[in-house]
């Protein structure tokens, strides 16, 4: 899909953050381990989900999604090869390889897709099956894991910091009477999983560096759960509204983007927040100095959205990825758009600039394409970017909201 956007625009108004995406992934996977219904409120209209929900259904799993709310009836759910395509255009599919485990022991499934933003290799979730009992083989694409030894208990460690190994090693061992992962990375969203699988009955607690889970009996009954803000989402529209206008997002838990917002602060930008809300105005800032790392640190998913911020800083900022290694897609766009910008493997010098030549763009991933649209918004003529459904993999509405805002940006 294509989208066309006049540059040199001025925003105002007020935006309401959606619920988050890599939160609802994992938890909408989760929820086939509920024996009955589950209500999940805040979900966000993504194709990420929509292609998700057809996996679910695939499973006998009554499904209706109105609005922001998803009821899920799991009473029929029945074990399938996870060989439908859809498994290959989402990343998180492979949190059903976890689920699938608990509740079958097996699991055959395609190889995940997603965003090509470098080596994402799914080793250290294997590994963490592997602790956890099961042999696993890889042929023409396919996944096939089943249970080489029963085990009760069992304490393992994450060698390397990953959510996604973290959660598929929590879902894999919820099976277990005791199940100790050390070294686990569940960043917000991980928590929002932890808190809506102890709603669903499983005893899960955190001390430290050591996530515990210990079997109890289960009362099944309906379980309400409502999907935490998308702390990615809320800082787009806050660097939107740094480079183009006045923004207030509301709806926002800004204790996990404490990290960000006072870099922001600190370079001068105009910014302020409370709880719940950030309020923003165009303005520029002190050069940036951004190194990527996992939670409370500085997000790889900003990485991009803040290259393009570096356009209103004073002097040469400098970021440097370390999460992602293909994650550098944007600075070229830069370079193309008449930013002083070079790029030595996955370090990048910025120089502030007042003029953006305006382009035609292409996206190459998720927030690759969410920081081209703010690049199209600062120049100084019409922009097309392609490619703009990977977008919507992970921004609910995100067209409507920025034309809401007094953004002019037309579907092709």
């Known amino acids: 899909m294509d989208i066309r956007v006049a540059g040199g625009a001025k925003l105002r108004g007020t935006v309401i953050t959606s619920g988050s995406k890599n939160a609802a992934i994992p938890i909408l996977c989760a929820s086939l381990l509920a024996k009955g219904k589950v209500l999940l409120r805040n979900v966000p209209r993504i194709s990420d989900i929509d292609n998700l929900i057809e996996i679910i259904k695939k499973l006998n799993c009554q499904i209706v999604f109105k609005g922001h709310t998803i009821l899920i009836d799991n009473t029929f759910l029945t074990y399938k090869p996870l060989l439908f395509e859809e498994c290959r255009k989402i990343r998180g599919s492979y949190y059903l390889i ?140 806050a660097v939107m509204g740094l480079l183009c206008g006045d923004i207030t997002i509301k709806k926002v838990d800004t204790k996990v983007l404490k990290y960000p917002l006072d870099i922001l602060i600190a370079s001068g930008f105009k910014l302020k927040y409370s709880d719940n809300e950030i309020i923003v105005s165009n303005s520029y800032g002190k050069a940036l100095n951004i190194k990527t790392d996992v939670y409370p640190l500085f997000p790889t998913d900003l990485q991009p959205l803040f290259a393009v911020l570096c356009v209103n800083t004073r002097g040469q900022s400098k970021i440097e990825e370390t999460v992602f290694e293909n994650r550098m897609h944007i600075y070229q766009d830069l370079i193309n758009s008449g930013i002083n910008c070079k790029v030595e493997k996955n370090i990048a010098i910025i120089e502030g600039s007042k003029n953006v030549v305006s382009q035609d763009y292409k996206a190459y991933d998720l927030r690759h394409g969410a920081a081209l649209l703010i690049l199209a918004l600062i120049g100084n003529k019409f922009s097309t970017i392609s490619n703009f459904e990977y977008v919507f993999r992970g921004y609910d509405d995100i067209i409507k909201k920025t034309i809401a805002l007094g953004a002019d940006i037309q579907m092709l």
């Open 98 to 237: 976890g689920v699938f485990l608990t509740l079958f022991a097996k699991c055959e499934i395609l190889l995940p897709g997603g965003c090509q933003i470098g080596s994402r290799p799914i080793d250290l979730h294997l590994k963490a099956f592997n602790d956890l009992g099961y042999d696993y083989h890889i042929e023409n694409d396919v996944l096939s894991i089943s249970k080489k030894q029963a085990i009760i208990s069992k304490a393992l460690k994450i060698e390397k910091k990953s959510v996604g190994a973290s959660i598929n090693a929590l879902l894999g061992g919820l099976s277990l009477d005791e199940l100790e992962i050390e070294n686990g990375l569940f960043e917000p969203e991980g928590m929002d999983l932890i808190n809506f699988l102890n709603k669903l009955g499983f005893n899960i607690t955190q001390s430290d560096n050591m996530l515990i889970y210990m079997r109890k009996e289960r009362d099944f009954k309906l379980v309400k759960h409502t999907i935490i803000p998308d702390r990615i989402e809320a800082m787009t529209y």
